[in-house]
């Protein structure tokens, strides 16, 4: 999580709402003590997290191909 002072979070807030957007969290601070906190909305976190599992699925597509199964799994690590 970033931390940023209150003067600095008005003067970089596009900034800050950029990153915000892509999933981080913003503490803003007023003469060091928290005062505020920026963060996704809770549908666009949802979003995210759809579009992380898409990513996932086709790396697995590129990667060699392995058991599909739990049972597969744990039948094949018994082979070791």
């Known amino acids: 999580m970033r931390e940023v002072g209150s003067f600095e979070a008005k003067t970089h807030l596009a900034q800050l709402l950029d990153a915000v957007?892509?999933?981080?969290?913003?503490?803003?601070?007023?003469?060091g003590k928290p005062a505020a906190m920026l963060?996704?909305?809770v549908g666009a976190r949802l979003g995210n997290v759809a579009q992380?599992?898409?990513?996932l699925r086709a790396l697995r597509a590129q990667t060699r191909p392995g058991p599909e199964?739990?049972?597969?799994?744990?039948?094949?690590?018994?082979?070791?």
Not at 52 to 55: G, I, K, L
Request: charged share 45%.
């Open 69 to 80: 199964s739990l049972k597969e799994l744990v039948e094949e690590g018994r082979r070791f």
């Open 21 to 31: 957007e892509k999933g981080e969290r913003v503490l803003i601070t007023r003469h």
């Open 52 to 55: 992380v599992a898409e990513r």
């Open 39 to 41: 963060v996704p909305p």
